[in-house]
């Protein structure tokens, strides 16, 4: 009974998702710490590259932690943190690219590649009908072949 009882506690908070910011990490300012868990959220870990430095456990991800609460605490505002992490780490590292001249392929693919299957399937289907059909063989025709199979056999 208590083993199953323990089975049931353990399955139910496996299903708690893992926060990866430390106790030591967080600040002591509630406002200054959900600004915190915010940037942290948008910002990727260059380590995992599918997570939030917020959800990873990466040595890196937690440098990065405690780099953001640095730059809150000396003052800095949300873009202005942001703006520091992406101008040493690049545009990677924010886990939703901005839209700007050097990503504009990146967000502007889709389109462009639904357009050019939609475009060629209209001109695939537009080619298919206009394929000259096949007629049948008229009565000479089929009476010449009759007589050259015949002469075959």
């Known amino acids: 009974m208590i083993r199953s009882l323990v089975v049931a506690v353990l399955l139910l908070f496996s299903t708690v998702p893992a926060v990866a910011v430390l106790p030591d990490e967080i600040l002591s300012d509630p406002v200054l710490e ?73 967000w502007g693919a889709p389109i462009l590649l639904t357009l050019a299957g939609v475009t060629s399937l209209l001109v695939f289907a537009r080619r298919r009908n206009t394929l000259p059909t096949q007629q049948k063989l008229s009565s000479d025709e089929e009476a010449k072949i009759r007589s050259l199979l015949e002469k075959q056999d």
Not at 85 to 94: A, C, D, I, N, W
């Open 34 to 106: 959900e600004r915190a868990r915010n940037l942290s959220a948008q910002l990727r870990c260059m380590v995992c590259q599918n997570q939030s430095i917020d959800d990873s456990n990466a040595e890196l991800a937690r440098d990065l932690r405690v780099l953001v609460r640095e730059r809150l605490v000396s003052g800095d505002s949300d873009q202005d943190v942001i703006a520091y992490v992406v101008s040493r780490y690049g545009e990677f590292v924010l886990l939703k690219p901005r839209f700007s001249a050097r990503t504009v392929l990146l």
